[in-house]
């Protein structure tokens, strides 16, 4: 799954507009990202990705781009 | 989480926290049905300990909502690490005909009103609404999770607020109990677009 992928997949998992972040936006600048939404990001993880994402490793999480990096990874 | 009592019998809607329904049932009493509004864990915690103290009651949720009841993931529990599964027999599809009570109490409806969660149903028991998560007065619907969908959820608000008349009583799954004739604008967030008829 390339980037672009994967911002669609968390753009679908908060409910707002495709192609409307990119790997530079901060999370802080995003209204939905709620905590609905992290636990929301948590399912998404588990579900397509298979990672298990702890509460601390979100706090972590600063643009999408950091949250890309994580899904991506190996 | 609600219920009411009549000759002995009692009947509830949800049951996130079951030690505050087995205060209320009395020793004489039975649990006799426990209608589920949507399987999301803080709404079917109780059911293991419900089962265990009362082996002939009931549960009545949608097929989708029952498929929840046995699965952490579908129901959430698992993603706040406290996975919870009931996987008995007590759990009954709601009839689409309703369900209806003894000694001429009056039938509770399942109406269908999926947006928070698919599957999700508000009862009607008379005048009374129990609509779980899928109307919270002035509270916009969760439809970021599982299952979730926001088109279904503006067709239910909408389809709730047609049905309510002025003396409903509406009994949500969470905050403060509300009068139909009540209801504003403003406690349908979603519809703020679509002012009341």
Known sequence: MNTQEIINLFEDALEIEQNSLSESTNLSDIPEYDSMAKLSLIILSDDEFGKKLSGEQIRDFKTVGDIVKFLSAD | ?197
């Open chain 2, 1 to 197: 989480m609600y219920a009411w009592r009549c000759d002995r019998l009692v009947w509830a809607v949800d049951a996130g926290d079951a030690s505050a329904l087995l205060d209320y049932v009395g020793w004489n009493d039975q649990l006799a049905g426990v209608f589920i509004t949507h399987a999301h864990y803080d709404h079917i915690m109780g059911l293991n300990e419900l089962a265990a103290a009362f082996p002939d009651c009931l549960f009545y949720a949608s097929d989708y909502a029952i498929a929840g009841i046995r699965s952490a993931k579908m129901n959430l529990s698992f993603y706040h690490e406290m996975p919870f599964e009931y996987h008995g027999n007590q759990c009954l599809t709601m009839p689409a005909q309703g369900v209806e009570l003894p000694n001429g109490l009056g039938v509770v409806y399942g109406l269908p009103t999926p947006g928070h969660n698919e599957g999700a149903l508000t009862f009607r028991f008379h005048q009374h609404f129990f609509t779980g998560d899928s109307f919270i007065p002035g509270i916009p619907v969760v439809t970021k999770l599982k299952s979730g969908n926001k088109q279904q959820n503006v067709e239910t608000l909408l389809a709730l607020r047609s049905s309510f008349q002025n003396d409903a009583q509406i009994h949500p799954g969470h905050g403060p109990q509300m009068m139909a004739h009540d209801l504003r604008d403003e406690h349908f967030p979603d519809l703020l677009k679509r002012p009341l008829r």
